[in-house]
């Protein structure tokens, strides 16, 4: 039966690159990926046309759909909306609704583009890491929270970290399962000197490890993993890690490849279904101008078809294609270094539809 994916192309340059990303879709429909594809309001035109950012239809096909491809949400336009309204408000409510409690976020430094990155060329190239990222508990959902007057009339702030064991074991099931497809390696990162939620991660991370024999475990300290990202990162593979850490490291590791607009994520469901974006949001500075990278939402794709349609042949021919056109020199204004070929986003979806077998 064919796999329903929705297309929610969103705000600023979202309907640009999603169009790429569709191109891409539709070529591979007639070499015989049997999909159906249906598109939605999403984010601040969504509120626009309708009034909410996530409209109960567009919130019904997200539900029925196994994936997701999501363009990016938010603008000027709507800064100002209350939190409820706000586009970035649908993307978390999307995330809860359909329950997406693992994050993966690839950090892979094409050769070609080496000198994109702020490092050493020889520390960076050949770089493919993936973070797992909790994405549904931990600091930023425990409760109690909250700003309160003290009895000295002096303000207090507070957040709760908080983990169960089968929050934990989960997300450290996502992450070997995912270092099977890979090299085998997990680093799981905590703060379990210091705190007691991470010394229950630590425990529960090796039980569960015993039952993934073929994967070796290793554990860090979030200090030195972020220290060590910056030093030697291609000494990871998957890192598994909470979900403010996870956060944080993320953003770090995007930053060794030199470009967001080439990064892709997932956020998974239990089930496998899951939600397909790229890392970077709207760039509304660069929304209709026919120059944003459209490369991170067609890598979007492949990482679709990799985890949700387990169609990895067709994955493979998407990143093909991509490092394909990156031979060729073709290069968007963000990765362009000053030789090869600069292209706008309608071209550079047409090289890598030129690319595909
Ligand atoms: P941004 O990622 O949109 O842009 C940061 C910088 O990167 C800008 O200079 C932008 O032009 C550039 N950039 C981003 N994507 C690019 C691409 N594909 N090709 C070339 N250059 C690219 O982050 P921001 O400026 O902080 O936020 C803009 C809006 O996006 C805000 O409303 C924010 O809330 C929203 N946002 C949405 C998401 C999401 O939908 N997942 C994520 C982050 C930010």
């Not at 290793?218 to 909470?242: C, E, G, R, W």
Request: glycine content about 8%; hydrophobic content about 40%; some cysteine.
């Amino acid at each position: 039966m064919a796999k329903k994916i929705l297309l929610l192309p969103g705000d600023g340059i979202g309907p640009e690159i999603v169009t790429q990303a569709h191109k891409i879709l539709a070529a591979l429909q007639d070499t015989g990926l049997d999909v159906d594809i249906r598109q939605a309001d999403v984010g601040g035109v969504a509120y626009d046309h309708s009034g909410s950012p996530l409209p109960d239809d567009t919130l019904r096909l997200a539900q029925e759909a196994d994936a997701v491809l999501l363009g990016a949400v938010g603008g000027y336009k709507w800064d100002d909306l209350p939190v409820a309204d706000k586009p970035e408000k649908a993307l978390l409510r999307l995330r809860s609704e359909l329950q997406l409690f693992s994050n993966l976020r690839p950090a892979i430094l094409y050769p070609q583009l080496a000198d994109a990155s702020t490092l050493k060329p020889e520390v960076v190239t050949g770089l493919d890491l993936m973070i797992v990222r909790e994405l549904t508990g931990g600091i930023y959902f425990g409760q109690p929270r909250g700003i309160e007057e003290t009895a000295s009339g002096e303000r207090r702030g507070f957040n709760t970290l908080v983990y169960s064991e089968s929050e934990i074991e989960r997300i450290c099931r996502s992450a070997f399962s995912i270092a099977r497809k890979r090299s085998g390696r997990v680093c799981s990162v905590d703060k379990a000197n210091v705190l007691e939620v991470s010394i229950l991660w630590r425990e529960v991370a090796n039980r569960v490890a015993g039952d993934y024999p073929d994967i070796e475990l290793t554990h860090m300290y979030v200090d030195n993993a972020a220290m060590q990202l910056v030093k030697a990162p291609k000494q990871f593979d998957v890192i598994v890690t909470s979900n403010m850490f996870g956060d944080i490291l993320s953003d770090t590791a995007a930053m060794l490849t030199g470009s967001i607009g080439m990064l892709p994520s997932a956020s998974l469901a239990a089930d496998g279904k899951g939600m397909y974006e790229p890392i970077h949001g709207s760039a509304p500075d660069m929304a209709g101008q026919d120059q944003a990278n459209p490369l991170a939402t067609i890598l979007s794709v492949a990482m679709m078809l990799r985890y949700t349609l387990s169609r990895t042949d067709f994955a493979d021919q998407i990143e093909h294609a991509v490092a394909s056109v990156l031979d060729q020199g073709f290069r968007t204004a963000d990765i362009y270094t000053g030789s090869g070929t600069e292209l706008g986003t309608g071209a550079m979806g047409d090289a890598v539809l030129a690319a595909l077998p």
